[in-house]
Each structure stands twice: as structure tokens, then as C-alpha cells.
């Protein structure tokens, strides 16, 4: 994936651009590529430094993500299994939808909580949701709940830092990283603890180390 700097790329689109990103990483198939966790600490640090208003932002970052996991939800109930059955493009992979199943039966409701904090699982929970059709009352009052924790908490832990931390922006870079690191770290320990998907991956390390050897 491409580098993006996140700091030019909040001042360029302001709060558009977020309300659109948040809203594609908890709704759309393709808004699993966005860097949300990130994002999100990145504007509030910016709102601190004045580029942006706290309460604003506050505001469009969790009408982004209520709005985004309900739209997913919608579509998921929409087209039902439907979707399982469709073949891996690339906006679509089916591994994804399977693994937000699995966090689903494990943590049950609560995954529409759980799911904000993890990149890609955020993105296909709503959907799987509406798949099947938990009922609508009940995902909403979690999805608003996930919702403030995540896109107002973010925002807010950034503003705070930004705020009490004197030269904190020399410091931006390896936090975002340290935020990006704890937001993969669940899908890198599952994928590691799980038989099935540490056989893949050993299986892809092989593909490579024989790649490089026939090359030589």
C-alpha cells in the first residue's frame, strides 16, 4: 500500500474527506483500505494545533461511523447470503466476510462494539449483521455505542496529546505507528493462533524463499 500523510491529506479534504473515509470503512466493501484508527488520532491532533474545530469533528466522525455501519447493516440484510457466494475481486474477498463471522459467533452483539478498534473486521461486521438479521434495535444501540468509543475517542486522545504535549508533532509519526501496530495486532495474533491460517501463511512464506532461490 502506498504511503499516505495523513496530516496533508485532513488539511487538503477537512471534514468531507473524513466524513467520507469513516463513513466508507464501516459501511463499503472497499472501505477496509482506509487507515481509520489513524485518521481519526491524526485529526484530532490537528484539531488541537487549531486546523480544525474538536466539536466538529467530533461530530461528522461519529455520524460517519453510526451512518456507515448502518448502511452496511441495510446492505447486508438487503442481499443476503447472496454475498457468500460471490467470487474474490479486488474490492471483494471472501476470507474477509468469514473472519468477521468468526468474531461474530465468538463475542456475539458485542462484536459490533469490538469490530471498530479492528481494521478490516470493522468493515464487514455491519454486513454480516444485516446477513443475519440481527434485529435492527439492537444492532443500532451497539453500532452508537461503538461508534462514540471509536470516532469520538480517537479524535479526542489526539486533541488531548496535542494539547498537553509541548512539540508533540515531533513525535506524530511513531505514535501513528504505534496506534496502526495495536490495531492489527488482534488479526496478526488470530491469524497466528489459528491452524488453518498459520498453514497459509507458512505455505506463502515457502512460495517466496523458493522464489527467490530459483531466481538465483
Excluded at 484508527?37 to 491524526?42: I, N
Excluded at 486546523?51 to 469533528?57: R, V
Excluded at 491469524?191 to 532461490?213: E, S, T
Aim: hydrophobic fraction near 50%.
Amino acid at each position: 500500500m502506498p504511503h499516505i500523510d495523513l496530516v496533508e491529506l485532513v488539511k487538503t479534504w477537512g471534514y468531507y474527506g473524513l466524513v467520507f473515509i469513516v463513513f466508507s470503512e464501516n459501511g463499503l466493501f472497499f472501505g477496509f483500505f482506509f487507515p481509520g484508527d489513524s485518521l481519526l488520532f491524526t485529526a484530532g491532533f490537528l484539531a488541537s494545533q487549531g486546523f480544525l474545530q474538536i466539536a466538529a469533528l467530533s461530530a461528522v466522525c461519529f455520524a460517519g461511523a453510526v451512518l456507515g455501519d448502518s448502511f452496511g447493516y441495510a446492505f447486508g440484510r438487503k442481499v443476503g447470503p447472496m454475498i457468500f457466494k460471490k467470487e474474490d475481486s479486488l474490492l471483494f474477498h471472501k476470507d474477509h466476510l468469514l473472519r468477521a463471522e468468526q468474531y461474530y459467533n465468538r463475542y456475539g452483539a458485542k462484536t459490533i462494539i469490538l469490530a471498530r478498534f479492528m481494521p478490516i473486521v470493522r468493515t464487514f461486521a455491519p454486513i454480516l449483521a444485516g446477513v443475519g438479521r440481527m434485529h435492527y434495535g439492537e444492532f443500532l444501540a451497539f453500532n452508537v455505542i461503538g461508534g462514540a468509543l471509536w470516532a469520538l475517542g480517537l479524535p479526542l486522545v489526539g486533541y488531548y496529546l496535542g494539547s498537553a504535549i509541548p512539540n508533540v508533532d515531533r513525535y506524530l509519526l511513531p505514535i501513528v505507528g504505534g496506534i496502526i501496530f495495536l490495531s492489527i495486532l488482534p488479526i496478526i495474533v488470530h491469524i497466528i493462533r489459528d491452524p488453518a491460517h498459520r498453514a497459509n501463511l507458512i505455505q506463502a512464506f515457502k512460495k517466496i524463499l523458493y522464489g527467490k532461490h530459483r531466481h538465483h
